[in-house]
């Protein structure tokens, strides 16, 4: 059997457009002790059988209403209660609504974080690089000074051994 909406599949098993979650449960429950096979073997109770369970799937794959939110939107008959199931209560809704504003909050200070991380790690990458650029330099001037002196050390010499050799 296929049902074409909610409330066919209610029918079904004998409840009304306001059965709930257990109610639709319940009745599937007792329907199923009286109309399973290992219980009554004859045809129209096979044929009922199967009926009440395809019922049951149909009811448990569209568990929230057409509609639903929408009549519970506008008060209808315990419409609070509706709302309650579609959305949680208020109290639930209040954490949920917390527990996001945590989130964003978390996630908001992981980017600043991320940020702050970048932003030492160019900082850090700079000094490095000054560090080097100055080593480097260093290097360099220590090689000029060597040669300088080692020049200034030979023009020395030169000029002793011309000195000393002119005696």
Same mark, same amino acid.
């Given at each position: ?21 257990? *109610? #639709?449960?319940? &009745? !599937?429950?007792? /329907?199923?002790?009286?109309?399973? =096979? $290992?219980?009554?073997?004859?045809? @129209?109770? %096979?044929?009922?059988?199967? *009926? #009440?369970?395809? &019922? !049951?799937?149909? /009811?448990?794959?569209?568990?929230? =209403? $057409?509609?639903?939110?929408?009549? @519970?939107? %506008?008060?209808?008959?315990? *419409? ?26 978390? *996630? ?60």
């Amino acid at each position: 059997m296929k049902f074409h909406s909610r409330l066919e599949a209610l029918m079904v098993l004998g409840l009304n457009e306001s059965a709930d979650e257990d *109610a #639709i449960k319940s &009745a !599937y429950k007792n /329907l199923v002790k009286l109309y399973h =096979p $290992d219980v009554r073997q004859d045809a @129209a109770s %096979a044929r009922q059988y199967q *009926a #009440i369970s395809e &019922a !049951y799937e149909y /009811l448990s794959v569209h568990t929230i =209403p $057409d509609g639903m939110a929408v009549w @519970a939107a %506008a008060g209808g008959d315990n *419409a609070q209660n509706a709302g309650h199931r579609i959305f949680g209560t208020r109290e639930e809704l209040n954490n949920m609504k917390s527990r996001m504003k945590r989130r964003e909050e978390y *996630a908001r200070q992981e980017a600043r974080g991320d940020i702050n991380k970048r932003a030492r790690v160019e900082e850090l990458s700079q000094k490095a690089r000054e560090a080097r650029q100055e080593r480097v330099f260093n290097e360099a001037m220590d090689k000029i000074h060597t040669e300088r002196a080692a020049e200034v050390m030979a023009q020395i010499i030169q000029a002793y051994l011309q000195d000393g050799a002119g005696k």
